[in-house]
T-cell receptor, first 113, second 115 residues
Framework: AQSVTQLGSHVSVSEGALVLLRCNYS??????LFWYVQYPNQGLQLLLK??????LVKGINGFEAEFKKSETSFHLTKPSAHMSDAAEYFC???????????FGKGTKLTVNP | EAGVAQSPRYKIIEKRQSVAFWCNPI?????LYWYQQILGQGPKLLIQFQNNGVVDDSQLPKDRFSAERLKGVDSTLKIQPAKLEDSAVYLCASSIRTAGSTEAFFGQGTRLTVV
């Protein structure tokens, strides 16, 4: 079975600072990994995904994530935070042949002016 | 391209009442999902359809929850009778498999409050 652990339910950064949201996964087979963003009262929007191609994945809005098999991690980063990045971020895992997504508990990002 | 449509957006009911949610997926998407998102948690899959067949309903509380996907297009999720712990956002998503991966597109959700 697959699972995801997101370290830190709340992260607060200053505008212009580095954003780092942590995600570790557990999977007995090679995983597909995803980051989704959820704005208040909205559904989830895909930021980026890893599907066994390049380990460094670039997504929308300047976000990127690096798949590190040795660390079973898929941390999300952005060099410079913007006020509009304030939202909740979810890491999710699935495996080839299954379209079921297993989500972490989410990390709420606050960006301070 | 139109997104995943869900209705209603908000619903308040008393415990032991029944409620139904509707979802219209993106045209051409064969797979449809219903997720339950309790406040402070990540979404949890309730049921997954492939066309009009159920692929996974292992986490659906079948004594009170039911879902169907008419003609492999839109879907209805029902709760009868509702309990206080059913208060959550119910998200519908749809997906289509492309080369190498699947991307799920989510609706805005229905926020259910059971009082």
């Amino acid at each position: 079975a697959q699972s995801v652990t997101q370290l830190g339910s709340h992260v607060s950064v200053s505008e212009g600072a580095l954003v780092l949201l942590r995600c570790n996964y557990s999977s007995s087979v090679p995983p597909y990994l995803f980051w989704y963003v959820q704005y208040p009262n909205q559904g989830l929007q895909l930021l980026l995904k890893y599907t066994s191609a390049a380990t460094l994945v670039k997504g929308i809005n300047g976000f990127e994530a690096e798949f590190k098999k040795s660390e079973t991690s898929f941390h999300l980063t952005k060099p410079s935070a913007h006020m509009s990045d304030a939202a909740e971020y979810f890491c999710a895992v699935s495996v080839a042949g299954s379209e079921k997504l297993v989500f972490g508990k989410g990390t709420k990002l606050t960006v301070n002016p | 391209e139109a997104g995943v449509a869900q209705s209603p957006r908000y619903k308040i009911i008393e415990k032991r009442q029944s409620v139904a949610f509707w979802c219209n997926p993106i045209s051409g998407h064969a797979t449809l999902y219903w997720y339950q998102q309790i406040l402070g948690q990540g979404p949890k899959l309730l049921i997954q359809f492939q066309n009009n067949g159920v692929v996974d309903d292992s986490q659906l509380p079948k004594d009170r929850f039911s879902a169907e996907r008419l003609k492999g297009v839109d879907s209805t999720l029902k709760i009868q009778p509702a309990k206080l712990e059913d208060s959550a956002v119910y998200l519908c998503a749809s997906s289509i498999r492309t080369a190498g991966s699947t991307e799920a597109f989510f609706g805005q959700g229905t926020r259910l409050t059971v009082v």
